[in-house]
């Protein structure tokens, strides 16, 4: 059933379907991913060997003849 004035085409509607599930599942994600990123900075802070900055190497990378300078832990 076409109308006069619309004229939204398939292809049109599946774009904007598309647009619409990716930004919602996007959304509804976030307070998830949010939390689960500030519980990994907390654990990682407290109790990571390799987050401590004391812990952590300046040296070269050997593995061609160029001596890139690199961070390592």
Do not use: H, W
């Not at 076409?2 to 919602?24: C, E, H, I, P, Q």
């Amino acid at each position: 059933m076409k109308t006069k004035n619309a004229k939204l085409s398939r292809r049109d509607f599946l774009k904007v379907a598309g647009v619409t599930g990716g930004a919602a599942a996007f959304l509804g994600s976030l307070p998830a991913a949010k939390e689960a990123i500030a519980k990994v900075n907390l654990t990682a802070a407290d109790q990571s060997f390799e987050a401590k900055p004391e812990n952590q190497l300046y040296t070269v990378c050997l593995q061609c003849n160029t001596g890139c300078g690199i961070k390592v832990k």
